[in-house]
């Protein structure tokens, strides 16, 4: 069962995936669905003639090869936790299908509300994408990064996040940043990268690695909702401070970013 929280209407669960990606450059729909539990087995299914790199997609963006029993051993005895992953058995979060996708995802969820952040992006998908089958494909490296400031704000966008997003998208687009090799680097050195560009901070580093790399230790801790949640189910019901959350979630290491997306996505299904 996958979940994905990059949307503000409530948590979906589901068992089939279908999403418009790149494959070989070419825009296709990627279809996968679930059609045995024991033992697990994943149809997939695209236009493409690649089925190796259709595969190997659609096992990242369902993060196939994340175990969760280790989590699920460790948390069971927890006492808010235990009752969590019980209720969310088999719940994983779903990947985007680039890491440049996800780092453009970051940049216009800062400091703004999850709802606005997807009304921005739903434009700026749509016309910046390329439609296939009723759905659209997230924008390439190259179509973001010869868009106009003006275009990319008549999306919703500030001046300053427009000015973000074409400078990643011209870094990615000319390879000075090689999106690839940043997602092979130990966190510490993934943070010490991404910062590095202009745009990015810490918050949008650990959000790019627990959500768009699957790192699954990793905490956005200054995150409001990541405050506000782990407040209300660790602690005395009150937002938390950053230093409070990382005391609160120490216990889960190695798992701390899975168990505060348990935390998240129950909530939301309340």
Request: net charge positive; proline share 4%; with cysteine.
């Amino acid at each position: 069962m996958v979940m994905s929280n990059f949307s503000p209407e409530p948590v979906i669960e589901t068992d089939m995936l279908q999403e418009a990606v790149y494959i070989d450059g070419k825009p296709c729909i990627l279809e996968a669905k679930q059609i045995k539990k024991s033992p697990n087995i994943i149809e997939v299914s695209s236009s493409t003639s690649n089925t190796a790199k259709m595969k190997e997609l659609a096992k990242w963006m369902l993060f196939v090869d994340l175990n969760l029993l280790p989590f699920y051993n460790m948390a069971k005895n927890h006492k808010i936790l235990g009752s969590v992953v019980k209720e969310l058995y088999g719940v994983k979060a779903l990947r985007t299908a680039s890491l440049f996708e996800m780092m453009i995802i970051a940049v216009t969820e800062q400091q703004i509300s999850l709802t606005a952040a997807y009304k921005i992006r739903d434009r700026m998908v749509q016309r910046f994408g390329k439609k296939i089958s009723g759905l659209f494909v997230f924008p390439t490296a190259e179509s973001l990064s010869t868009a106009s400031k003006r275009e990319l704000q008549s999306c919703g966008l500030s001046m300053r996040k427009a000015e973000y997003i074409r400078g990643v998208a011209q870094l990615v687009s000319d390879g000075s940043l090689d999106v690839d090799k940043l997602a092979t680097l130990k966190d510490d050195d993934f943070r010490d990268t991404l910062t590095g560009i202009r745009g990015f901070g810490p918050w949008s580093a650990n959000y790019i690695l627990v959500r768009g790399l699957g790192r699954v230790d990793c905490v956005p801790t200054d995150d409001l909702a990541v405050r506000s949640i782990v407040g209300r189910y660790l602690g005395d019901g009150k937002r938390m401070s950053e230093a409070q959350v990382s005391s609160a979630i120490e216990p889960f290491a190695p798992f701390r970013g899975l168990a505060v997306f348990y935390l998240l996505a129950h909530d939301r299904l309340k």
